[in-house]
T-cell receptor, first 111, second 114 residues
Framework: AQRVTQPEKLLSVFKGAPVELKCNYSYSGSPELFWYVQYSRQRLQLLLR??SRESIKGFTADLNKGETSFHLKKPFAQEEDSAMYYC?????????????FGKGTLLTVNP | KAGVTQTPRYLIKTRGQQVTLSCSPI?????VSWYQQTPGQGLQFLFE???????NKGNFPGRFSGRQFSNSRSEMNVSTLELGDSALYLC?????????????FGDGTRLSIL
């Protein structure tokens, strides 16, 4: 079974402060991990995926297989980062074609 | 390029009725996935279709079904509606599906059961 846990439902930081959104997963094989974001009144959209090792809008995420984590980080938060963030996992084998989402973390960046 | 289009945007039904939701993927995308989003359970995978074949199914009762047409458009059907089926139903498309394919989501259909 695959499971994604985002321990914080709400996270509030001030502009310019570092931000870390936590994501832990449970999966027996080699997972593919993603962060999706939903800004106010917009569609759910892909932010980044671990396989690409990219930085999008200043966000990075490192897959730590030992700790089964995929935390999302940004050194200096901006007000426009306020959104709902979802961590998601796609597994191998028969689960290749589905995403398992965490329940999301609502990030608020205060001015 | 047009995004994923879901119709209708809102639906109100009563218990026991059935409903059909529609999803048109991005042009060229052949994989369509459906998700149910509720405040309590979050986003839960329903099923995924590729080239008119269901490749994977989530843990939902048989009342939830779907299909995909040759033009990649997909429909999902829920029969014998229950109050707990009230949710936002999201459709997502990708070129081929698979573990590394990014999903492109629609705006969803909000279904309310009275």
């Amino acid at each position: 079974a695959q499971r994604v846990t985002q321990p914080e439902k709400l996270l509030s930081v001030f502009k310019g402060a570092p931000v870390e959104l936590k994501c832990n997963y449970s999966y027996s094989g080699s997972p593919e991990l993603f962060w999706y974001v939903q800004y106010s009144r917009q569609r759910l959209q892909l932010l980044l995926r671990h396989i690409s090792r990219e930085s999008i809008k200043g966000f990075t995420a490192d897959l730590n297989k030992g700790e089964t984590s995929f935390h999302l980080k940004k050194p200096f938060a901006q007000e426009e980062d306020s959104a709902m963030y979802y961590c998601a996992l796609s597994g191998g084998g028969g689960s290749n074609y589905k995403l398992t989402f965490g329940k999301g973390t609502l990030l608020t960046v205060n001015p | 390029k047009a995004g994923v289009t879901q119709t209708p945007r809102y639906l109100i039904k009563t218990r026991g009725q059935q409903v059909t939701l529609s999803c048109s993927p991005i042009s060229g995308h052949r994989s369509v996935s459906w998700y149910q989003q509720t405040p309590g359970q979050g986003l839960q995978f329903l099923f995924e279709y590729f080239s008119e074949t269901q490749r994977n199914k989530g843990n939902f009762p048989g009342r939830f079904s779907g299909r995909q047409f040759s033009n990649s458009r997909s429909e999902m059907n829920v029969s014998t509606l229950e109050l707990g089926d009230s949710a936002l139903y999201l459709c997502a498309s990708s070129r081929r599906g698979g573990p590394v394919q990014p999903q492109h989501f629609g705006d969803g259909t909000r279904l309310s059961i009275l």
